[in-house]
C-alpha cells in the first residue's frame, strides 16, 4: 500500500508544472532550508509567487540543472 501511494505521488510530481520548495529540494537532494538559500543568494532562479504560495517553474528549474546549476546574473554581477 505505501509503495502505491509514493508511486502515485511521484506520478503527480513528474506532472506538475510548479513546484513546491520540498519538491525542489528533493530533485537537487539537499533540504528546502538549502533551496531558500540558493534562491536568497542568487544561486539558483527566483520562484513564483502565487500569493502566499512560492512556486518554481518545472521546466526552468530542470532546465538550470541541466546546464550545470550556474550562478544567475545577480550572482555574477556582485563578483
Known amino acids: 500500500m505505501e509503495a ?9 510530481e513528474r506532472r506538475a508544472v510548479l513546484l513546491t520548495v520540498h519538491e525542489v529540494a528533493r530533485m537537487l537532494s539537499c533540504s528546502a532550508r538549502t ?16 500569493g502566499a ?12 540543472v541541466a546546464q550545470g546549476c550556474p550562478g544567475t546574473e545577480r550572482e555574477e554581477v556582485s563578483r
Request: hydrophobic share 40%; aromatic share 8%.
Open 4 to 12: 502505491t501511494r509514493r508511486t502515485a505521488g511521484a506520478a503527480a
Open 35 to 50: 533551496v531558500y538559500r540558493l534562491t536568497a543568494s542568487g544561486r539558483m532562479p527566483r520562484p513564483t509567487r502565487l
Open 53 to 64: 504560495l512560492v512556486r518554481w517553474p518545472r521546466q526552468v528549474v530542470e532546465q538550470w
